[in-house]
């Protein structure tokens, strides 16, 4: 920055120096006449002064080059830098933060609010220094031929740089308004698009195009009103420009009657005045620039002080081996006030498989994700090998849990980064991958797709069913061998048949690692070491499926509608 700034102050100075030609030659071609100096001289020296104006617009626009090549790509790499602080910063922060923000507000804060700052930073701040050399060499100048003169011409400046400013205030506020009119269309077309089946099941078209065209209309008056603005801006420009230009010829004429200046003050002043007007108008345009940038850091600071509410322990760990307990733990959701979990107690030793069965909205999802610690619990403990999980380290801790979440997400990418995707590139290796899926029972599936291991899923990609995608999910989770496998549900879109042949070869795979299963169905649960029957946060039952048979209760009943069901279909 310290250079650009004084490229523009070399800049400037050339630019200011050029003028005084304008003068010379003016006043000499007076002095041709009255002299009769011969036209070849004449020429000759028309031609120098004209190369020595040349020569400074050239040196003049060399060092605006430097100028912007040196505080415009300043601007750019605080803005990449600030760009990937936010970025690294929104991957620290908690699942509870992303409940409490929206996507939109959380991209808009990288894209525009930094947009707006780089603005600050780049432009503004060139602005600033220009109008501030060239208004102190281009005014030592102008004062040096006539005060008075200098200061009638200047008095149209200051009315211009003020109307500016409120007509960029007005501008910018209409335009954000456009901004958010447009977001709005976007998130209606693109709920359009990936709910388009739903839309045309209930034959919802209709009311989806007058939908789209009242937001398009809002937009249409919104950019009207907009344009209005922006069109009176520069005819405006034009008229006070216009106005300076016509004091000067008006004033400077009076001055050359009486023989105080020349012609040549006159045309010089002309150019001084033209110049100066764009500078000095700028600075209304980057006060508001400036009123903007601060609204944006502001915005942008907001996120960059949260602090995660989770936070992880530095202290080194113990590879970690699979030993889970439950004590008392009770959990209340801080945004909804729902209390998932209450007073729940359990053990899970290592390498042993846990089932827990419940209704939907028992709690059971809340429990893996207190496991991998998404949230903390709010009393009670969980211990992982008999340490507290809020002291071991995040990193160690998720390292070592395969995670097969209820709400599968596949990323927009091949099928073999979407299951590699818990390990690092360096070590895939196209085995492991393989057998990942042939033990999420995926791969005969896999190979009937044409571009097989390399088909596109994901958004733009093909559409798997939903028990495919859980499968895909399944050998994510699995691939990475981890210590504690946690299976969310994942199973409930698989039909009973390939149900049992992912949990046979589960079984092989989870093999000395603790595994923890979660269904609201007997059959994925039944060959569990032990089960538990959650209901309303509170376990009900517990027991192997022999053991809770016999009990007669809760288990018991749901196993029987289930039986029955299955014959029903
Ligand atoms: N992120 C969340 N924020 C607030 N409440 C939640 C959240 N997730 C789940 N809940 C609530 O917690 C309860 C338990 O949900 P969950 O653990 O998902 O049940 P399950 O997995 O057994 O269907 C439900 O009443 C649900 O509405
Ligand atoms: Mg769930």
């Given at each position: 920055m310290l250079l650009g700034v004084l490229f523009v102050g070399i800049s400037n100075y050339f630019a200011v120096t050029a003028v005084p030609y304008i003068r010379l030659t003016i006043d000499y071609l007076k002095t041709v006449k009255e002299q009769g100096i011969s036209t070849e001289e004449s020429y000759h020296q028309l031609l120098i002064y004209g190369l020595y104006m040349l020569g400074y617009a050239l040196l003049s626009g060399f060092f605006l080059f430097l100028m912007r090549q040196t505080i415009i790509v300043m601007s750019r790499l605080i803005e990449y830098d600030l760009k990937n602080e936010?970025?690294?910063?929104?991957?620290?922060?908690?699942?509870?933060?992303?409940?409490?923000?929206?996507?939109?507000?959380?991209m808009n804060r990288i894209s525009e609010d930094v947009g707006r700052v780089r603005m600050y930073i780049g432009p503004a701040i060139m602005y600033i220094f220009?109008?501030?050399?060239l208004f102190m060499f281009t005014i030592t100048e102008m004062i040096s031929v006539d005060i008075k003169l200098t200061l009638f011409v200047l008095i149209p400046l200051p009315l211009l740089a003020v109307s500016i400013y409120y007509v960029s205030n007005t501008i910018n506020k209409k335009s954000t308004k456009v901004q958010e009119q447009l977001s709005g269309i976007t998130t209606h077309t693109q709920e359009a698009f990936s709910g388009i089946r739903v839309l045309k099941a209930f034959g919802r078209e209709s009311k989806s195009i007058t939908d789209f065209e009242k937001q398009s209309n809002s937009y249409k008056n919104l950019t009207m009103g907009l344009i209005k603005v922006e069109s009176l801006f520069q005819p405006f420009m034009i008229l006070l420009i216009g106005l300076s230009t016509l004091f000067t010829i008006y004033i400077g004429g009076m001055q050359a009657i009486e023989g105080k200046i020349t012609y040549g003050n006159i045309a010089e002043f002309i150019v001084y005045v033209n110049r100066l007007t764009w500078p000095i108008a700028s600075l209304g345009w980057v006060t508001s620039l400036i009123q903007?940038?601060?609204?944006?850091?502001?915005?942008?600071n907001e996120f960059l002080h949260t602090t995660p509410e989770i936070i992880s322990q530095t202290a080194p760990t113990e590879a970690i081996k699979g030993d889970i307990e439950f004590k008392n733990v009770t959990f209340v959701y801080p945004d909804s006030g729902i209390k998932a979990l209450s007073n729940v107690s359990f053990t899970l030793p290592k390498g042993k498989t846990l089932a827990i069965l419940g209704r939907t909205g028992s709690g059971k999802s809340t429990l893996a994700n207190l496991i991998c610690r998404l949230y903390d619990v709010d009393s009670g403990e969980i211990l992982i090998d008999g340490k507290n999980i809020k002291n071991i380290p995040i990193a160690a801790l998720r390292s070592q849990i395969g995670y097969a979440p209820q709400e599968v997400i596949l990323f927009s990418d091949t099928i073999t980064h979407n299951i590699a995707f818990s390990i690092d590139e360096e070590i895939q290796k196209e085995d492991t991958i393989i057998q990942a899926a042939k033990d999420a029972a995926i791969y005969a599936n896999i190979m009937s797709f044409k571009d097989q291991f390399e088909t596109i899923v994901g958004e733009r990609g093909i559409t798997l069913s939903g028990g495919q995608k859980q499968r895909i999910s399944i050998a994510r989770a699995i691939i990475k061998q981890p210590q504690i496998m946690i299976f969310d549900d994942c199973l409930s879109a698989v039909d009973t048949e390939t149900e049992e042949e992912i949990l046979s070869n589960l079984k092989k795979v989870m093999r000395g690692k603790t595994s923890l299963i979660i269904s609201h169905r007997i059959s994925t649960v039944k060959n569990s070491d032990n089960i538990?029957?959650?209901?309303?946060?509170?376990i009900v039952e517990t027991g192997s499926h022999q053991q809770l048979i016999e009990k007669q209760g809760a288990y018991f009943e749901l196993h029987k509608m289930q039986l029955l069901e299955e014959e029903v279909r």
């Open positions: 936010m970025y690294a910063h929104y991957q620290k922060l908690d699942t509870a933060f992303y409940k409490r923000n929206n996507t939109g507000d959380m220009n109008t501030s050399f903007r940038a601060a609204a944006s850091q502001t915005r942008i538990i029957v959650i209901d309303k946060g509170e």
